[in-house]
């Protein structure tokens, strides 16, 4: 591949990029790569555009020919993939201009590698549907990452993994390549904040594996035979040029050890020393010596407590009150319903028993568990400031007691949503969701009490405002008697 890059693309890589490329596209025996997921940590402007377009162009015109009795061309998929097409564009633009077959002008008709050109069939501009098709049949694709669901990709590179604030995009795309012979994923990126919550599961995968490789060759054994033997997972590569955690930041060894492009192109120690006062250190570390930093964010409710209310098989008996809670997160995305009542022991209990996406699925759904659970007829809602306000009126007209979360009470509802998980008298079933809530959920003063800030946070938190708003009109809020809406008639007098 390197040669293809040299003599093809007249692209000079980079001693690193060599590297990476001889390491990460290692075959096993049989023909198929050593790695199906190859996560690559690397700080910014080092290359990773060019070396990603290189490495798609090898892919489309080279690799997609090599087994045709496993994977055929006509069935051979690249997907270049990002949290926006935008993103995953700037590879695709650089392999289209190497392979256009009909250059609209001289300027375009200088970058054509006529080989290249030679063996593309078409492009496909449209909109959301860009593709790039060679005479073989193999693709390249690019998509935006929650656009990808059910196509099955031979090939994947992943750019910006730190985007990815949520599990849904990598959950997607790492799906697409499962049911091809030799596939490979790669996710490419700089080192992500408290929010990089996909990049950070998979960098922790990686220094795991690279730490457990280290001790058993310090013990002796043979850690190859190991991951080979399948007691480790032997198909993830991670390769990572970062900085030592804190370190200063002028530090010239450091910013080598992040920037492994240093003394091969414009960039220098000096270059990237001038740009320390213009950035704030946080992203200063973050971008320049791809290093984590998630400091930036204190959850007000501490996780490690939240963790310790945990109780897998805490129930709410038959008979108790139950009271619901239903937010909505700041964008109207997602909705949320939660649950809270108390336990046999009189410990309170709350649970998140319902999350789709938009708004308009909550009056059914909530239809269809009165009419499994009749007794359940309370539900909590925040009355002013936020999208959830919209479900009040059809509530209320379905017969539903909707207590109003509102004025003092909003911040009570956090407040004591709080006290009950730092005293240790809350408990709730282990849920992801939630516990990636409280992970980054903040609050903001308003006047002299702390409420829930959902456009702050660096989630949605709308799951969690739900559970709060459900304890608190449990332990604070009754259902008031109904009062008949007539005064009952003594009898109608009628005159003729």
Same mark, same amino acid.
């Given at each position: 591949?390197?040669?293809?890059?040299?003599?093809?693309?007249?692209?000079?890589?980079?001693?690193?990029?060599?590297?990476?490329?001889?390491?990460?596209?290692?075959?096993?025996?049989?023909?198929?790569?050593?790695?199906?997921?190859?996560?690559?940590?690397?700080?910014?402007?080092?290359?990773?555009?060019?070396?990603?377009?290189?490495?798609?162009?090898?892919?489309?015109?080279?690799?997609?020919?090599?087994?045709?009795?496993?994977?055929?061309p006509v069935k051979f998929l690249v997907v270049g993939a990002a949290q926006t097409l935008d993103n995953a564009k700037g590879p695709y633009n650089q392999v289209k201009e190497w392979c256009n077959p009909q250059p609209s002008t001289d300027e375009e008709a200088d970058l054509v590698i006529p080989d290249l050109a030679a063996m593309t069939q078409k492009f496909v501009n449209t909109n959301g549907e860009e593709a790039i098709i060679t005479r073989s049949k193999a693709r390249y694709i690019v998509r935006a990452d929650k656009n990808i669901r059910a196509k099955s990709a031979a090939r994947v590179v992943f750019d910006e993994l730190r985007e990815q604030h949520t599990d849904d995009g990598w959950n997607a795309v790492s799906q697409t390549t499962k049911a091809v012979w030799s596939s490979q994923l790669w996710g490419i990126s700089n080192a992500g904040d408290y929010r990089s919550v996909a990049l950070r599961k998979q960098v922790d995968k990686g220094r795991k594996l690279v730490d457990e490789w280290t001790r058993l060759s310090a013990d002796g054994g043979n850690p190859a035979d190991v991951f080979l033997s399948g007691e480790q997972d032997g198909s993830f590569g991670y390769f990572e040029w970062s900085a030592p955690d804190k370190c200063p930041v002028d530090d010239a060894d450091a910013i080598r050890q992040a920037n492994p492009s240093l003394g091969y192109g414009?960039?220098?120690?000096?270059?990237?020393?001038?740009?320390?006062?213009?950035?704030?250190?946080?992203?200063?570390?973050?971008?320049?010596?791809?290093?984590?930093?998630?400091?930036?964010?204190?959850?007000?409710?501490?996780?490690?407590?939240?963790?310790?209310?945990?109780?897998?098989? +805490?129930?709410?008996?038959?008979?108790?009150? %139950?009271?619901? @809670?239903?937010?909505?997160s700041a964008d109207r995305k997602t909705t949320y319903v939660a649950a809270a009542g108390m336990r046999a022991d009189g410990l309170p209990h709350v649970e998140l028993i319902a999350r789709r996406d938009g708004m308009l699925w909550v009056p059914h759904y909530l239809d269809l568990l009165r009419e499994s659970w009749p007794s359940i007829c309370e539900i909590a809602v925040q009355s002013k400031g936020c999208p959830a306000v919209d479900f009040i009126d059809p509530l209320t007209e379905k017969g539903w007691t909707v207590h109003l979360i509102e004025g003092f009470r909003l911040g009570a509802c956090c407040g004591r949503f709080h006290d009950r998980v730092r005293e240790g008298k809350l408990r709730h079933?282990?849920?992801?969701?939630?516990?990636?809530?409280?992970?980054?959920?903040?609050?903001?003063?308003?006047?002299?009490?702390?409420?829930?800030?959902?456009?702050? +946070?660096?989630?949605?938190?709308?799951?969690? %405002?739900?559970? @709060?708003?459900?304890?608190?009109a449990l332990e604070t809020m009754q259902v008031e008697a109904l009062k008949p809406k007539y005064e009952p008639s003594q009898g109608v007098r009628v005159r003729f």
């Amino acid at each position: 591949m390197i040669a293809f890059a040299e003599i093809m693309l007249h692209v000079h890589l980079y001693p690193w990029q060599q590297w990476l490329l001889v390491h990460a596209l290692e075959l096993l025996e049989d023909g198929s790569y050593r790695f199906r997921k190859v996560i690559v940590l690397v700080a910014r402007q080092n290359g990773k555009t060019t070396l990603m377009g290189v490495l798609a162009a090898w892919w489309l015109f080279v690799d997609s020919n090599k087994h045709p009795d496993r994977v055929p061309p006509v069935k051979f998929l690249v997907v270049g993939a990002a949290q926006t097409l935008d993103n995953a564009k700037g590879p695709y633009n650089q392999v289209k201009e190497w392979c256009n077959p009909q250059p609209s002008t001289d300027e375009e008709a200088d970058l054509v590698i006529p080989d290249l050109a030679a063996m593309t069939q078409k492009f496909v501009n449209t909109n959301g549907e860009e593709a790039i098709i060679t005479r073989s049949k193999a693709r390249y694709i690019v998509r935006a990452d929650k656009n990808i669901r059910a196509k099955s990709a031979a090939r994947v590179v992943f750019d910006e993994l730190r985007e990815q604030h949520t599990d849904d995009g990598w959950n997607a795309v790492s799906q697409t390549t499962k049911a091809v012979w030799s596939s490979q994923l790669w996710g490419i990126s700089n080192a992500g904040d408290y929010r990089s919550v996909a990049l950070r599961k998979q960098v922790d995968k990686g220094r795991k594996l690279v730490d457990e490789w280290t001790r058993l060759s310090a013990d002796g054994g043979n850690p190859a035979d190991v991951f080979l033997s399948g007691e480790q997972d032997g198909s993830f590569g991670y390769f990572e040029w970062s900085a030592p955690d804190k370190c200063p930041v002028d530090d010239a060894d450091a910013i080598r050890q992040a920037n492994p492009s240093l003394g091969y192109g414009p960039m220098t120690v000096m270059s990237v020393r001038s740009d320390i006062d213009g950035m704030t250190e946080a992203a200063f570390r973050t971008e320049v010596l791809c290093q984590w930093v998630t400091a930036d964010i204190i959850p007000f409710i501490s996780p490690k407590l939240w963790a310790s209310g945990i109780d897998s098989r +805490s129930t709410i008996p038959d008979g108790n009150r %139950v009271v619901l @809670s239903v937010d909505t997160s700041a964008d109207r995305k997602t909705t949320y319903v939660a649950a809270a009542g108390m336990r046999a022991d009189g410990l309170p209990h709350v649970e998140l028993i319902a999350r789709r996406d938009g708004m308009l699925w909550v009056p059914h759904y909530l239809d269809l568990l009165r009419e499994s659970w009749p007794s359940i007829c309370e539900i909590a809602v925040q009355s002013k400031g936020c999208p959830a306000v919209d479900f009040i009126d059809p509530l209320t007209e379905k017969g539903w007691t909707v207590h109003l979360i509102e004025g003092f009470r909003l911040g009570a509802c956090c407040g004591r949503f709080h006290d009950r998980v730092r005293e240790g008298k809350l408990r709730h079933l282990p849920q992801p969701a939630i516990e990636q809530q409280v992970s980054v959920a903040v609050s903001r003063r308003l006047g002299e009490v702390e409420v829930w800030d959902r456009t702050k +946070s660096a989630l949605q938190i709308s799951g969690l %405002v739900a559970e @709060s708003q459900a304890l608190y009109a449990l332990e604070t809020m009754q259902v008031e008697a109904l009062k008949p809406k007539y005064e009952p008639s003594q009898g109608v007098r009628v005159r003729f």
